[in-house]
């Protein structure tokens, strides 16, 4: 949860929106997180074994042969990496055209942009109840009037409140996690995609579709993106390649209206100007090398196995007194524990009695509380580690 209220620095007069920002709760953690002998249930990253590291370097070496000096300047948008981002989400049900697509760092700047596109503060933006920090930084952040939509954990967010709350508020921006939700691990159902898109268009209210980690699906059906049923050109998509090839890479991709693209460009410069020409034509280059297929076919696969070991360790150490989300992709499981179990205040023993970490719920609950929830990660560290993270999680919580 981020708080409302403004930080006070002595000795210096900070504007509201950087009183308002605080540290990224997950980042502090995860300091603990890395410490020796600690077993990290805590981060939201693949395993760095499993990144494509050749091919990486095989790519900058094509384009560094090729581009020399060129790929080393300030250049314009690639455009043959947006028209693969389009032939991409042509694939996945979504219909446009190279020139709706924008380029950027990632999700988080993608949000970013549009949180100072759409909101003023005091302004009105509805967002998930458990949300990524991220989320909350772009509208709490940023001094919006923030409501609050809740999640069920099998089908997620609730759309007849999310209605109500449109036609009450006129809210001026929406977010939504529709794949593999962080932090719950739930994917939104293909019924309530239609709606959320549908009630876009019908209250005039753009929804965000925030969509990092769809790419890392293991098991079940693929899922139109709400974007693919948009036809009032209220669904704004982003993509990633953080979580499909690696995170260090930073580099996004926004799907909007033409006619905004003016207003959204000057946004983005005043922030970095472009995205990084090398990286932008090396992840080309391993694209059209056909580097992604057989990339995810391994990391899924990998995941799968990693989620299963999380999966039945929960059932052996915790199936009396708790329940816990089923993902079929992604990175997460949500654990929910009984109430009187604070898994927020028991974290630092956790970490430095048991040897284990993870993020407590609280730290996604944009009204606070849920202390006794937590997401856990299985991408990140082998199956025997989870294992054994488990085991130590359940000491630590005093039901081992």
């Known amino acids: 949860m981020l708080s409302s209220a403004p930080t006070i620095i002595p000795g210096y007069r900070l504007s509201d929106e950087a009183g308002r920002l605080q540290r990224s709760v997950m980042r502090e953690l995860l300091k603990r997180a890395s410490e020796p002998g600690v077993i990290s249930l805590a981060g939201g990253l693949p395993d760095s074994a499993l990144l494509p590291v050749e091919a990486y370097r095989a790519a900058l070496d094509t384009v560094l042969s090729e581009e020399r000096g060129v790929a080393l300047q300030y250049r314009p948008p690639f455009a043959p990496l947006k028209t693969w981002i389009a032939d991409y989400m042509r694939e996945r049900g979504v219909v446009c055209d190279a020139s709706e697509i924008f380029i950027t760092n990632g999700n988080q700047q993608s949000l970013t942009i549009l949180s100072r596109l759409f909101l003023n503060p005091g302004d009105p933006a509805v967002i998930e109840a458990f949300t990524f920090t991220g989320v909350q930084q772009v509208t709490v952040g940023r001094g919006a009037q923030v409501y609050t939509v809740p999640v069920d954990l099998e089908t997620g967010a609730d759309t007849a409140e999310l209605e109500r709350l449109f036609a009450l508020y006129r809210p001026r921006m929406t977010v939504i996690i529709p794949d593999f939700h962080n932090?719950?691990?739930?994917?939104?159902?293909?019924?309530?995609?239609?709606?959320?898109?549908?009630?876009?268009?019908?209250?005039?209210?753009?929804?965000?579709?925030?969509?990092?980690?769809?790419?890392?699906?293991?098991?079940?059906?693929?899922?139109?993106?709400?974007?693919?049923?948009?036809?009032?050109?209220?669904?704004?998509?982003?993509?990633?390649?953080?979580?499909?090839?690696?995170?260090?890479?930073?580099?996004?991709?926004?799907?909007?209206?033409?006619?905004?693209?003016?207003?959204?460009?000057?946004?983005?410069?005043?922030?970095?100007?472009?995205?990084?020409?090398?990286?932008?034509?090396?992840?080309?280059?391993?694209?059209?090398?056909g580097v992604l297929p057989g990339h995810?076919?391994?990391?899924?696969?990998?995941?799968?196995?990693?989620?299963?070991?999380?999966?039945?360790?929960?059932?052996?150490?915790?199936?009396?007194?708790?329940?816990?989300?089923?993902?079929?992709?992604?990175?997460?499981?949500?654990?929910?524990?009984?109430?009187?179990?604070?898994?927020?205040?028991?974290?630092?023993?956790?970490?430095?009695?048991?040897?284990?970490?993870?993020?407590?719920?609280?730290?996604?609950?944009?009204?606070?509380?849920?202390?006794?929830?937590?997401?856990?990660?299985?991408?990140?560290?082998?199956?025997?580690?989870?294992?054994?993270?488990?085991?130590?999680?359940?000491?630590a919580l005093g039901v081992g």
Request: a neutral charge; hydrophobic letters at 45%.
């Open 183 to 289: 932090p719950l691990g739930v994917s939104l159902s293909a019924e309530k995609r239609q709606t959320i898109a549908a009630l876009a268009g019908n209250y005039g209210v753009p929804v965000v579709e925030d969509d990092p980690y769809s790419a890392l699906r293991f098991t079940g059906a693929s899922r139109l993106p709400i974007k693919a049923y948009d036809t009032s050109g209220q669904v704004f998509y982003l993509g990633s390649f953080s979580k499909m090839l690696a995170p260090g890479l930073r580099l996004g991709w926004m799907i909007a209206p033409a006619e905004l693209m003016p207003r959204i460009t000057t946004l983005r410069e005043s922030m970095d100007l472009e995205s990084s020409a090398l990286t932008q034509r090396a992840v080309y280059a391993m694209l059209a090398d």
């Open 296 to 395: 995810l076919a391994r990391l899924n696969a990998e995941n799968a196995r990693r989620c299963a070991a999380l999966l039945a360790a929960l059932t052996a150490h915790f199936s009396d007194c708790a329940h816990w989300t089923q993902p079929e992709g992604g990175l997460f499981v949500w654990l929910t524990l009984p109430p009187h179990i604070n898994a927020t205040g028991l974290l630092t023993a956790a970490i430095e009695q048991h040897g284990v970490a993870y993020i407590p719920g609280s730290a996604f609950a944009v009204g606070g509380g849920a202390h006794n929830t937590i997401r856990l990660n299985f991408s990140a560290v082998p199956p025997e580690q989870l294992i054994e993270g488990v085991a130590r999680l359940a000491q």
